[in-house]
């Protein structure tokens, strides 16, 4: 009874925690307000008037200081992964912050992605086995989190949709990791991402008061990139490597798509656009809280499938193939939203 009642005590502090790190999120974020560093609207913004940025910077914090204090609370110490990835996130949230305030050249943000991503895979990698460290795996790893970074910040165009986003896969891999026995490292790293993006999310859905900024989106998609590759290397859990791509297969294939279709038609894939399917479904009179709710709706179809093919209920064969045919629909309506529209084209 005694280890029941510490567990349980252990949990019910956890959790008082996690509400903690949300009104500490909530916090931050009107602090970064009353900054007053203004996004002005340029040609390609879906926002009118100037908006405050860089409430990227309370989720970095609160997912920052939350991580290790959350593992003290369940008496585990930080280990080479956990250190590699809150030094990471630090060093990208920093560069992009800077970048938000002055914009610098992409290959210079492709390459602050490059030595995040770089030092997240190896910490990962001998985090857990230092034999497990092969050339091969570290560039898969930051080729995977090179693109969740950049995947993350290009669907960051909308109130609430890449934050919303965030925040359900976060939770939904927090669930899974716990049914799965997992331990804090991934779970609760995953809550915290989850509890410092549903604090800034009142203040920029469904009316904009605050944005992200690339300082957020960036952390994000490495966080998120990380959280995969911890529950690929989970043998409690069965295909673990598909697992955070089905949760974010429909920002994936809005990604994927619209660089193949600008490749195809030799258009620049490193500069700016509004050429995303979300994007696009804007430009053609779609309300954007409908285009965000839709997105939150297919993250939480791709993290159902992720589910049932985390706990080895289904191969991801099938999984990717409903997913999918979810996914087509979605761009099938907006092809035919711009084709009625005179003048909109791709």
């Known amino acids: 009874m005694t280890m029941f009642h510490s567990f349980h005590a252990e949990n019910v502090f956890f959790g008082l925690f996690v509400?903690?790190?949300?009104?500490?999120?909530?916090?931050?974020?009107?602090?970064?307000?009353?900054m007053r560093v203004l996004d002005y609207p340029t040609g390609r913004s879906a926002?009118?008037?100037?908006?405050?940025?860089?409430?990227?910077l309370a989720i970095l914090i609160v997912f920052v200081v939350g991580v290790p204090l959350g593992q003290m609370i369940c008496h585990r110490h930080a280990d080479t992964a956990d250190v590699t990835l809150l030094l990471a996130?630090?060093?990208?949230?920093?560069?992009?912050?800077?970048d938000d305030m002055q914009p610098m050249p992409p290959v210079w943000k492709l390459g602050a992605q490059i030595a995040a991503a770089a030092l997240v895979a190896w910490g990962d990698m001998t985090g857990g086995s230092v034999h497990a460290l092969t050339m091969g795996g570290l560039?898969?790893?930051?080729?995977?989190?090179?693109?969740?970074?950049n995947?993350?910040?290009?669907?960051?165009?909308?109130?609430?949709l890449a934050s919303g986003c965030t925040l359900i896969?976060?939770?939904i891999t927090a669930g899974l990791c716990m049914l799965a026995g997992g331990g804090v490292?991934?779970?609760?790293?995953?809550?915290?991402?989850?509890?410092?993006?549903?604090g800034f999310l009142p203040f920029n859905f469904p009316h904009a008061r605050l944005f992200m900024g690339d300082v957020g989106s960036q952390c994000c998609g490495l966080v998120l990139g990380a959280l995969g590759l911890r529950m690929a290397g989970m043998p409690q859990l069965a295909h673990g490597a598909w697992l955070m791509p089905l949760m974010l297969s429909g920002l994936l294939v809005d990604v994927i798509v619209t660089l193949l279709r600008r490749l195809y038609c030799r258009r620049p894939i490193m500069q700016a656009h509004r050429e995303h399917f979300y994007q696009m479904a804007h430009r053609s009179g779609m309300p954007a809280v409908d285009i965000t709710v839709v997105t939150w709706a297919g993250t939480v179809c791709g993290g159902m499938g992720a589910g049932v093919v985390g706990m080895g209920w289904a191969s991801p064969?099938?999984?990717?193939?409903?997913?999918?045919?979810?996914?087509?629909?979605?761009?099938?309506?907006?092809?035919?939203?711009?084709?009625?529209?005179?003048?909109?084209?791709?």
């Open 19 to 34: 509400v903690a790190a949300i009104l500490m999120s909530a916090v931050l974020s009107r602090r970064v307000i009353a």
């Open 47 to 56: 926002h009118a008037m100037p908006v405050p940025k860089g409430g990227g």
């Open 89 to 98: 996130t630090v060093g990208l949230g920093l560069f992009s912050w800077r």
């Open 139 to 149: 560039g898969l790893g930051v080729v995977w989190l090179v693109a969740l970074c």
């Open 151 to 160: 995947c993350i910040n290009f669907m960051d165009g909308l109130n609430g």
């Open 169 to 171: 896969a976060g939770v």
């Open 185 to 198: 490292e991934t779970w609760g790293s995953a809550l915290m991402l989850a509890a410092a993006c549903a």
């Open 317 to 346: 064969g099938p999984i990717l193939l409903i997913v999918g045919l979810i996914q087509l629909v979605w761009v099938t309506n907006v092809i035919r939203r711009v084709g009625r529209i005179p003048g909109l084209s791709w």
